[in-house]
Each structure stands twice: as structure tokens, then as C-alpha cells.
């Protein structure tokens, strides 16, 4: 009986260990998994919002490089009357390939009214 009582413990020992171990891919897999594009966009536009106290308003560029993401946000930086006068702000936003922002830094600040300056050969 005590040959038998082993048994059963030992065979419910592996399943548990088993469970454990298929957890643990389970795992594994979800913490490698690389966010989609839009997923990407969210988490940048979130994180610099949280860290600046600014309010992202649009993405006007985005490219996964060799080390993560890289993307231009626009930010209302000073709202102004009228709005064509209001403040805005260009981020250079790096994330990690998990989408986890590693760094950022302001790049441009313009008049939301104003349009870029035509460069020489330009249209």
C-alpha cells in the first residue's frame, strides 16, 4: 500500500512540476512577445504624457529601428487665443523593442499656426 501511496504522490509531483513548468513558458512567451504597431503608438503617447505633463496630440513619425522604436510626437506645450498661437513642441521618443520608453528629448517648438520654413529646392 505504501508502494502505491509513493506512486500517486510522486505522479501528482510531476504534473504540478509539469503545470509549473507550462506556466513558466507561458510566460516567457508573453514577455517576449513584440507589441503591434498601434500597441507601440499608445504606450509611447501614454509614457510621455505621464513623464512631461504634456498632452500628446498626434505621432508624425514612427520606425522600428535595430534597438526598439522611434517616433516624433507633437505636444500642446502652451495653449494660447486664439489656438492658431498655442505653443506646441516636437519629441524625438525612443522605446525599448517591448515598447517601454527609454528616452526622449525635444527637438522643435513652434506656433501651432505656423508652417515649417521652405527649405532651399523644397516644394
Do not use: C, I
Not at 509549473?20 to 512567451?29: F, I, K, L, T, Y
Not at 502652451?78 to 506646441?88: G, I, Y
Amino acid at each position: 500500500m505504501s508502494n502505491t501511496h509513493h506512486t500517486s504522490q510522486s505522479q501528482s509531483s510531476q504534473k504540478q512540476q509539469n503545470s509549473n513548468e507550462n506556466h513558466e513558458s507561458e510566460h516567457h512567451e508573453a514577455d517576449d512577445r513584440r507589441p503591434s504597431p498601434m500597441e507601440v503608438l499608445r504606450q509611447a503617447r501614454s509614457q510621455l504624457a505621464e513623464l512631461t505633463g504634456l498632452t500628446p496630440e498626434t505621432v508624425s513619425s514612427f520606425e522600428q529601428t535595430e534597438d526598439g522604436w522611434s517616433l516624433e510626437v507633437e505636444v500642446l506645450e502652451l495653449e494660447r487665443v486664439p489656438e492658431t498661437m498655442s505653443l506646441m513642441a516636437s519629441y524625438q521618443v525612443e522605446l525599448d523593442p517591448q515598447g517601454q520608453l527609454t528616452g526622449y528629448r525635444r527637438v522643435r517648438r513652434y506656433e501651432r499656426g505656423r508652417a515649417d520654413a521652405r527649405r532651399p529646392g523644397g516644394r
